[in-house]
């Protein structure tokens, strides 16, 4: 199973542009990160840039519109992810309960949609999707 843990980090909503964190939890997360890859179970990870250096598309009506970063009425962003493949949701959980975190972070655990979890329509609509995973596997 795969799930992907969220990290959001109180206040990163309003963090100026080119905003990082300090060396002192940017270590403990390494040691948390290398822990998780000699576990055998790291699939990916990133951190994000904070919204203020983003921008939303909207499609109101149908039709796109732009709004760029930071967004007044986000009240919970997402500072990184990893994605992890374990055996249970609780498995998950203790991985996310190991993590380094502050007072002020949160980890959501969500899990990945596979394939095989939709019905035979879904499948059928989606029919490209496993191919199109494996042509992103090659590039990657």
């Keep these: 199973?795969?799930?992907?843990?969220?990290?959001?980090?109180?206040?990163?909503?309003?963090?100026?542009?080119?905003?990082?964190?300090d060396?002192?939890?940017?270590e403990a997360m390494m040691k948390y990160n290398a822990a998780l890859q000699e576990a055998g179970v790291l699939l990916a990870l990133d951190g994000l840039h904070p919204p203020s250096m983003g921008a939303r598309v909207s499609f109101k009506g149908g039709q796109p519109s732009v709004t760029d970063g930071p967004f007044a009425?986000?009240?919970?962003?997402?500072?990184?992810?990893?994605?992890i493949q374990?055996?249970?949701r609780e498995e998950?959980?203790?991985?996310?309960?190991?993590?380094?975190g502050g007072d002020n972070e949160v980890i959501e655990i969500r899990?990945?949609?596979e394939f095989e979890?939709?019905?035979a329509d879904v499948q059928e609509a989606a029919s490209d999707f496993v191919d199109m995973q494996q042509k992103i596997g090659?590039?990657?």
């Design 92 to 100: 998950a959980i203790e991985w996310a309960r190991r993590c380094p």
């Design 138 to 140: 090659q590039r990657a």
């Design 117 to 119: 979890d939709f019905p």
């Design 73 to 83: 009425e986000a009240k919970e962003v997402l500072g990184g992810y990893w994605m």
């Design 111 to 113: 899990q990945v949609q």
């Design 86 to 88: 374990v055996k249970s």
């Design 1 to 21: 199973m795969r799930f992907m843990m969220l990290m959001i980090p109180g206040g990163y909503e309003s963090a100026a542009p080119g905003t990082m964190p």
């Design 23 to 26: 060396a002192a939890a940017v």
